[in-house]
């Protein structure tokens, strides 16, 4: 012991005596735990003797220190005489050369992809020094597993060298299944040890050892990383000021604060793109192993959502097991139930469903609520109205929930007002409703599909009037479907949710809601035909079929064969179009149904117009006409009358009877604009330029057609508009104005094409007579 108050090594250089009894325990081999298991003084108080945060500890404890530590007692009596001696010099760095600290953790392995995300990190670099007048901060966001640590620290290896200051690093614990986040202050303990300040000269406050932070870093070039941040007030004290310093901050919560208030550029992590999950899987399972198995390696990806946690687990499992197929991993995968079980590899931080839970047990008990139902919800995203439905809550409720949501990382808002996320989160999200929901988890199922339900009838009914009968009660307790003011708003609608009603229909089947499975199905026939959707309409009506037929319900058949039927015509399988026209005939005829019958015979002389059958087809669509006419009062039968007429005008008119045509298609003009029947209306003024161009009156027939294709585009009917747009064509082709019906022809082309349609091939024909040279 000197005068100086300072305790004398053997070595005879000065040293606190918190350093000093540090250096003690480290050159005994022990670890702070070790040395309070041998001790019997707390782990607690001798990181705080050490640090220099206990000015006068307690004799006991010293001297039990030092008998642990082997030494004689009188050190430990010099010891407490030290600790009890006066400070007598002011907080400050040591004199001695300033360390360059090197605190990056070691880069992931074979890293992989992150092209554009690279590049945008290293525009941000060249803001580090040049102009800014604070720090740049560059914040990476993103769902948990996505790779938000590899990519941070792939990137600061490679720019480490712009910093020759030197690099501090942080895991600060946001998640951590260990325990609580991390304290600043006790980061910024680290960062300043680590920048050779002594311990015992540590300001006491967050505040003073931020500052003192600040001040060492003022003209510094540090990159600092500060990684698994739990929040923005956790991020805050731990920057620099220094413009030509560069923070890293990855975090599984939003970190929009930080960009408002410190300009922080904000990259918010995705699932990796198909290829460059397929390119990490095989860099790291080795090229020998991939190119045996592409097609594994390629379904690997998928089943694993493209999440890196997820891709380097299935590699670990893979590595420990080189002798087994990666198919066999495959098949292990492809139920979702047990997905996630798959997807552990024995260690809590490489666990997927351990990761996600770290993320789900921080969210306030609505939003929590909010996210275990929505892995009841099919996918592949959800609009907040449907969300508020699902849960039973107001539509603000349901938002904020979404967005306490959103900022967790737990689901991303892909577009504006619409969720989504990956399905190993979906199939977490699944797990915890069916550990938690119990009974409300069917009663959210059930609000769901009254949900889709009642918002498709309601776009049906103000794109298409009057075009299904069929009673859906009211919806549900806590259910508010959606509602549209004009057309344009009902076809966004059915186009945005279009993917998630096909698979709403099909979770209908598979739940067990019979009823819903088919009704859907039924509201949604005339979207699919007059969208082109023939291959899903088929789909689903099959499936509705099947459902129908599990709960008795004859009428659901009838409409469900109809529909089958329908698609039936537009794909040319027309033996099997007449079957299901014929069986839904008998089965209205059966139930007394005369609207459903009289539509019926409408689409069975589609069927047989489309054979070149137009006497059969007219024959047919007078039987309709006659149906329609039993019950004139009913608004329903009024547009089967209007469809009739069009029908009968089109038939007579391919039959050289262009008068009668003329006639049925006034007829069924006005009527369709009395009742506000617009897709009759735009079918009835093709058929109508179509008899006007017989007639030889181009004039007439053109403006015919373009009220027809007007019409169309705002239903955003595809086969009619393409036929419309080609009947368009051949009239300007008889008017000579060649380039006007390449242009008309060239659309309906890409339409029918795009639906393979057959028709595609005579406008392909139509557009390759033209002479080019003409044009």
């Known amino acids: 012991m000197t005068g100086s108050g300072v305790?004398?090594?053997?070595?005879?250089?000065?040293?606190?005596?918190?350093?000093?009894?540090?250096g003690r325990r480290i050159a005994a081999g022990l670890t702070q735990e070790d040395l309070a298991e041998r001790s019997g003084v707390s782990v607690r108080t001798i990181a705080d003797m050490e640090r220099g945060r206990t000015h006068r500890p307690y004799p006991s404890s010293v001297r039990a220190l030092i008998r642990a530590l082997g030494l004689p007692d009188a050190?430990?009596?010099?010891?407490?005489?030290?600790?009890?001696?006066?400070?007598?010099?002011?907080?400050?760095?040591?004199?001695?050369?300033?360390?360059?600290?090197?605190?990056?953790?070691?880069?992931?392995?074979?890293?992989?992809?992150?092209?554009?995300?690279?590049?945008?990190?290293?525009?941000?670099?060249?803001?580090?020094?040049?102009?800014?007048?604070?720090?740049?901060?560059?914040?990476?966001?993103?769902?948990?597993g996505v790779g938000k640590t590899?990519?941070?620290?792939?990137?600061a290896h490679r720019v480490a060298p712009d910093f020759p200051d030197g690099q501090l690093y942080a895991n600060l614990r946001g998640f951590d299944p260990a325990g609580n986040p991390a304290e600043p202050a006790d980061v910024l303990r680290g960062f300043l040890d680590a920048l050779q300040v002594h311990p015992e000269r540590f300001p006491a406050t967050t505040e003073g050892l931020a500052a003192l932070y600040r001040s060492l870093l003022a003209d510094a070039a540090m990159l600092v990383l500060l990684d698994n941040a739990a929040d923005v007030a956790q991020v805050r004290p731990l920057l620099p000021a220094s413009p030509r310093c560069l923070v890293i901050v990855t975090s599984r919560r939003e970190l929009s604060a930080l960009a408002a208030a410190e300009g922080a550029r904000l990259l918010s992590l995705d699932v990796l793109p198909e290829r460059e999950a397929i390119e990490l899987l095989a860099a790291r399972l080795g090229t020998d192993r991939a190119d045996?198995?592409?097609?594994?390696?390629?379904?690997?990806?998928?089943?694993?959502?493209?999440?890196?946690?997820?891709?380097?687990?299935?590699?670990?499992?893979?590595?420990?097991?080189?002798?087994?197929?990666?198919?066999?991993?495959?098949?292990?995968?492809?139920e979702l139930q047990g997905r996630l079980d798959a997807l552990d590899a024995g260690d809590p931080a490489a666990n997927v469903r351990t990761v996600f839970s770290l993320s789900y047990r921080h969210l306030p008990e609505a939003a929590a609520q909010m996210f275990r139902l929505l892995g009841l919800h099919p996918g592949p995203d959800i609009s907040a109205p449907a969300a508020a439905s699902l849960a039973g809550l107001p539509l603000a409720g349901a938002r904020a929930a979404l967005r306490d949501l959103a900022r967790a990382s737990?689901?991303?808002?892909?577009?504006?007002?619409?969720?989504?996320?990956?399905?190993?989160?979906?199939?977490?999200?699944?797990?915890?409703?069916?550990?938690?929901?119990?009974?409300?988890?069917?009663?959210?199922?059930?609000?769901?599909?009254?949900?889709?339900?009642?918002?498709?009838?309601?776009?049906?009914?103000?794109?298409?009037?009057?075009?299904?009968?069929?009673?859906?009660?009211?919806?549900?307790?806590?259910?508010t479907p959606e509602g549209f003011a004009a057309k344009p708003f009902a076809l966004a609608w059915l186009r945005?949710?279009?993917?998630?009603?096909?698979?709403?229909?099909?979770?209908?089947?598979?739940?067990?809601?019979?009823?819903?499975?088919?009704?859907?199905?039924?509201?949604?026939?005339?979207?699919?035909?007059?969208?082109?959707?023939?291959?899903?309409?088929?789909?689903?009506?099959?499936?509705?079929?099947?459902?129908?037929?599990?709960?008795?319900?004859?009428?659901?058949?009838?409409h469900a064969l109809r529909g089958l039927g329908t698609f039936e015509v537009m794909l040319g399988d027309y033996a099997q179009a007449h079957r299901c026209l014929a069986e839904a005939q008998e089965l209205f005829r059966r139930l007394g149904d005369t609207?459903?019958?009289?539509?019926?015979?409408?689409?069975?002389?589609?069927?047989?117009?489309?054979?070149?059958?137009?006497?059969?087809?007219?024959?047919?669509?007078?039987?309709?006409?006659?149906?329609?006419?039993?019950?004139?009062?009913?608004?329903?039968?009024?547009?089967?009358?209007?469809?009739?007429?069009?029908?009968?005008?089109?038939?007579?008119?391919?039959?050289?009877?262009?008068?009668?045509?003329?006639?049925?298609?006034?007829?069924a003009i006005e009527l369709?604009?009395?009742?506000?029947?617009?897709?009759?209306?735009?079918?009835?003024?093709?058929?109508?330029?179509?008899?006007?161009?017989?007639l030889g009156d181009h004039a007439a027939a053109t403006a015919c057609f373009l009220r027809a294709v007007a019409l169309e585009r705002e239903m955003g009917s595809r086969f009619n508009l393409a036929m419309a747009l080609a009947h368009l064509g051949d009239t300007h082709v008889s008017t000579g104005d060649l380039p006007a019906a390449r242009l008309v022809w060239a659309e309906a082309l890409t339409i029918l094409a795009d639906l393979h349609h057959p028709e595609s091939f005579e406008v392909r024909a139509k557009l390759e007579s033209l002479n080019p040279v003409a044009l």
């Open 496 to 558: 945005a949710e279009y993917q998630v009603l096909l698979k709403i229909i099909d979770l209908a089947a598979r739940e067990g809601f019979d009823d819903y499975a088919w009704r859907l199905s039924m509201v949604l026939w005339t979207f699919f035909d007059v969208c082109g959707h023939w291959h899903d309409g088929t789909r689903m009506h099959r499936t509705a079929l099947e459902a129908a037929r599990r709960c008795g319900d004859q009428f659901g058949q009838a």
């Open 672 to 694: 369709c604009q009395s009742i506000g029947y617009s897709p009759g209306e735009a079918g009835t003024w093709d058929t109508l330029g179509f008899v006007w161009q017989r």
């Open 150 to 155: 590899a990519l941070a620290l792939n990137w």
């Open 595 to 667: 609207h459903g019958l009289a539509r019926t015979d409408l689409i069975m002389g589609q069927a047989f117009e489309f054979q070149g059958r137009h006497a059969e087809a007219l024959a047919v669509v007078k039987e309709a006409l006659r149906l329609s006419e039993t019950a004139q009062d009913d608004p329903y039968m009024q547009l089967v009358r209007a469809s009739a007429l069009n029908g009968s005008a089109w038939y007579n008119a391919h039959l050289g009877e262009l008068g009668q045509a003329r006639a049925h298609c006034t007829q």
């Open 410 to 479: 737990l689901i991303i808002e892909s577009v504006p007002g619409r969720y989504g996320f990956h399905d190993l989160l979906r199939a977490y999200a699944a797990e915890q409703a069916a550990l938690r929901e119990g009974r409300e988890r069917r009663e959210a199922v059930h609000r769901m599909l009254d949900h889709y339900l009642h918002t498709a009838r309601r776009a049906h009914e103000v794109l298409y009037p009057g075009r299904q009968r069929v009673d859906l009660g009211r919806p549900r307790a806590l259910v």
């Open 7 to 22: 305790v004398m090594n053997t070595a005879g250089v000065s040293e606190p005596p918190g350093l000093w009894l540090r």
């Open 75 to 144: 050190t430990g009596t010099e010891l407490v005489a030290r600790y009890r001696a006066p400070a007598d010099e002011p907080a400050s760095v040591d004199p001695a050369e300033p360390a360059v600290p090197r605190q990056l953790p070691t880069a992931v392995p074979h890293f992989a992809g992150r092209t554009s995300e690279l590049r945008l990190l290293d525009a941000v670099l060249g803001d580090a020094g040049r102009g800014s007048t604070g720090v740049v901060i560059s914040a990476i966001g993103g769902t948990a």
């Open 292 to 334: 045996a198995e592409p097609d594994a390696i390629t379904q690997l990806a998928t089943l694993c959502a493209r999440l890196p946690l997820a891709l380097s687990v299935i590699v670990a499992r893979a590595a420990a097991a080189p002798n087994l197929p990666l198919s066999a991993l495959v098949t292990e995968l492809t």
